[in-house]
């Protein structure tokens, strides 16, 4: 079965500054999708990133981009020029290519961003 | 709808008792997933339907729960006597394809 991984219970940023978020997932299929989601305090899951396996070159959002390297089976989420609005509980998740399409989800990390 | 929606936002139930959870989704969705969330964690996947398809049960926790849908509307999910252990927030989810997930703000259920 897949898993997803985030190593990183909390983490926290200062204004305007950058800041990476892990994450890392087993699977032994070949083509499958990555996300990564923020969760703000109303609880809605909004996504922020996603990535296809088989596209090499790394996703790009904004001030959001994510580190994609499949050898490896890791996907880190890169937050530039960070801002109070930032803050929320982010999440990485997992959906294979084919049959089912549910989202595997890692366990979060909680993102502060200090004034 | 514009988006998805969930009700109740909250309830309040005696162990014990049954409760049903509400998802509407977005109109021409044809997928629809229901997830667990419990404080502090992610989201464990409980059950995904897709058009006519047979529903994908294989993240029910127990026999407990069970969830329908009509064709490509409304979803309910229930849960038979409740334990402390359901409390959780309930998440829904629909999509039209790969990438478009939206969610709902989720039902958060307390046991009692």
């Known amino acids: 079965a897949q898993t997803v991984t985030q190593s990183q219970p909390e983490m926290s940023v200062q204004e305007a500054e950058t800041v990476t978020l892990s994450c890392t997932y087993d699977?032994?299929?070949?083509?499958?999708?990555l996300f990564w989601y923020k969760q703000p305090p109303s609880r809605q899951m909004i996504l922020v990133i996603r990535?296809?396996?088989?596209?090499?070159q790394n996703a790009t959002e904004n001030r959001f981009s994510v580190n994609f390297q499949k050898a490896a089976k890791s996907f880190s989420l890169k937050i530039s020029d960070s801002q109070l609005g930032d803050a929320a509980m982010y999440f990485c998740?997992?959906?294979?290519?084919?049959?089912?399409?549910?989202?595997?989800f890692g366990k979060g990390t909680k993102l502060t961003v200090n004034p | 709808g514009a988006g998805v929606s969930q009700s109740p936002s909250n309830k309040v139930t005696e162990k014990g008792k049954d409760v049903e959870l509400r998802c509407d989704p977005i109109?021409?969705?044809?997928?629809l997933y229901w997830y667990r969330q419990r404080l502090g964690q992610g989201l464990e996947f409980l059950i995904y339907?897709?058009?006519?398809?047979?529903?994908?049960k294989s993240g029910l926790p127990s026999d407990r729960f069970s969830a329908e849908r009509t064709g490509e509307s409304v979803s309910t999910l229930t849960i038979q006597r409740t334990q402390q252990e359901d409390s959780a927030v309930y998440l829904c989810?629909?999509?039209?394809?790969?990438?478009?997930?939206?969610f709902g703000s989720g039902t958060r259920l307390t046991v009692v």
């Open positions: 989810a629909s999509s039209l394809d790969t990438y478009g997930y939206t």
């Open positions: 699977t032994s299929e070949s083509d499958y999708y």
């Open positions: 990535q296809e396996a088989y596209k090499q």
């Open positions: 998740a997992y959906r294979r290519e084919g049959g089912s399409e549910k989202l595997v």
């Open positions: 109109s021409g969705h044809t997928a």
């Open positions: 339907f897709q058009g006519n398809s047979a529903p994908d």
